[in-house]
């Protein structure tokens, strides 16, 4: 009778088969550690209100990287979001001095709506790379918006209450944007694990040739797709509008880039078909406590930058690297 010896599993790869098969485990340890390390160089920051500011200023960079996160499951990216934010809230602050409230919304998500839709046709329809469309659509709405600017600059703006209610205000402990975005963040988790347009989002950038030969239509999958982000993105301005109360022609532009990067670093791969939100909300949370521990150091603007840069980049090589192990 011969016996076969079983090889014992090395410790380090259980560790990796560990993490690949719970994937969120190594993000939420990543932002534990950087609590920690701002709780060490300013003892007695972590506290309520900070936790309550922190989720103040995540909630409006995790709604823009939901986009990010679903154009990129079609291999596609978005970098029209910050434009449309700024464009929507620059609208409602500005017609909401003259017009009733329900008509100031309807016209700030008007450009969401033109610009996801043109968007969607020059990808979907005209086969525009992602990254050239919406960079276009991006300068355009921002020449738009100045020249609308100056048609409403003797009107002045006002921020509407109930939008600084929403961003600034805190009930129980609990941030009042979480009124808007847990059934969000609830819908888009819904939709892209348990609907037929996000499995297609998933097929699309898993293998577009196959989706096509099986039947979907491709352009109606990706109007829709750039319509939904750039209606979030949208919804993410008049937020943002109530949580900064400061209208200005560049108001989320600073949140795009921050936007993709916690997209990838909440595991939704670049080359599409691979990722969710509940990871990119996680890597809000990390850049957000990041910008403050950058912050509390008080490096400078270069430093910051790179440091940020070299951040992202270990984080993101090492969940693929994980991944790949898989």
Same mark, same amino acid.
């Given at each position: 009778m011969s016996t076969t010896? /079983?090889?014992?599993?090395p410790f380090g790869r259980r560790i990796k088969? &560990?993490?690949?098969?719970?994937p969120l485990v190594p993000l939420i340890i990543l932002l534990v550690i950087l609590v920690v390390i701002l709780q060490i160089l300013r003892p007695g920051i972590v506290n309520e209100r900070w936790i309550a500011n922190t989720i103040k200023f995540a909630i409006p960079l995790a709604i823009l990287a939901g986009c990010q996160t679903m154009t990129m499951l079609t291999g596609g990216i978005d970098l029209s979001v910050g434009t449309v934010a700024t464009m929507s809230a620059f609208i409602m602050a500005t017609q909401i001095v003259s017009q009733d409230p329900a008509v100031a919304f309807l016209l700030a998500m008007m450009p969401a709506v033109l610009i996801g839709l043109v968007n969607g046709i020059g990808v979907g329809v005209f086969r525009v790379h992602p990254l050239i469309m919406t960079l276009g659509t991006s300068l355009i709405g921002t020449g738009c918006l100045q020249v609308y600017q100056r048609t409403v600059i003797a009107s002045g703006a006002k921020i509407p209450d109930f939008l600084a209610w929403l961003g600034t205000g805190v009930t129980y402990? &609990?941030?009042?944007?979480?009124?808007? &975005? /847990?059934?969000?963040a609830a819908l888009i988790v819904f939709t892209l694990a348990r609907t037929g347009f996000g499995r297609l989002l998933y097929a699309v950038g898993d293998?577009?040739?196959a989706t096509r030969l099986s039947g979907v239509q491709y352009w109606q999958v990706i109007t829709a #797709?750039?319509?939904? %982000? =750039?209606? #979030?993105? $949208? /919804?993410?301005?008049?937020?943002?509008? $109530?949580?900064i109360?400061?209208? %200005? #022609? =560049?108001?989320a532009e600073p949140l795009v880039l921050p936007s993709v990067a916690a997209a990838v670093i909440g595991g939704t791969s670049i080359f599409g078909g691979r990722g969710g939100y509940t990871g990119t909300i996680i890597g809000a949370l990390i850049l957000t406590v990041l910008t403050t521990l950058l912050t509390i150091l008080q490096m400078p603007e270069g430093a910051r930058r790179i440091l940020f840069g070299l951040i992202v980049l270990f984080v993101t090589a090492a969940y693929l690297r994980i991944v790949e192990e898989r």
């Amino acid at each position: 009778m011969s016996t076969t010896a /079983i090889t014992p599993v090395p410790f380090g790869r259980r560790i990796k088969r &560990f993490m690949a098969d719970r994937p969120l485990v190594p993000l939420i340890i990543l932002l534990v550690i950087l609590v920690v390390i701002l709780q060490i160089l300013r003892p007695g920051i972590v506290n309520e209100r900070w936790i309550a500011n922190t989720i103040k200023f995540a909630i409006p960079l995790a709604i823009l990287a939901g986009c990010q996160t679903m154009t990129m499951l079609t291999g596609g990216i978005d970098l029209s979001v910050g434009t449309v934010a700024t464009m929507s809230a620059f609208i409602m602050a500005t017609q909401i001095v003259s017009q009733d409230p329900a008509v100031a919304f309807l016209l700030a998500m008007m450009p969401a709506v033109l610009i996801g839709l043109v968007n969607g046709i020059g990808v979907g329809v005209f086969r525009v790379h992602p990254l050239i469309m919406t960079l276009g659509t991006s300068l355009i709405g921002t020449g738009c918006l100045q020249v609308y600017q100056r048609t409403v600059i003797a009107s002045g703006a006002k921020i509407p209450d109930f939008l600084a209610w929403l961003g600034t205000g805190v009930t129980y402990g &609990f941030p009042n944007a979480l009124l808007l &975005f /847990i059934p969000l963040a609830a819908l888009i988790v819904f939709t892209l694990a348990r609907t037929g347009f996000g499995r297609l989002l998933y097929a699309v950038g898993d293998n577009e040739r196959a989706t096509r030969l099986s039947g979907v239509q491709y352009w109606q999958v990706i109007t829709a #797709l750039y319509v939904t %982000s =750039s209606l #979030l993105a $949208g /919804i993410t301005g008049l937020l943002y509008i $109530g949580l900064i109360k400061a209208p %200005s #022609l =560049s108001l989320a532009e600073p949140l795009v880039l921050p936007s993709v990067a916690a997209a990838v670093i909440g595991g939704t791969s670049i080359f599409g078909g691979r990722g969710g939100y509940t990871g990119t909300i996680i890597g809000a949370l990390i850049l957000t406590v990041l910008t403050t521990l950058l912050t509390i150091l008080q490096m400078p603007e270069g430093a910051r930058r790179i440091l940020f840069g070299l951040i992202v980049l270990f984080v993101t090589a090492a969940y693929l690297r994980i991944v790949e192990e898989r």
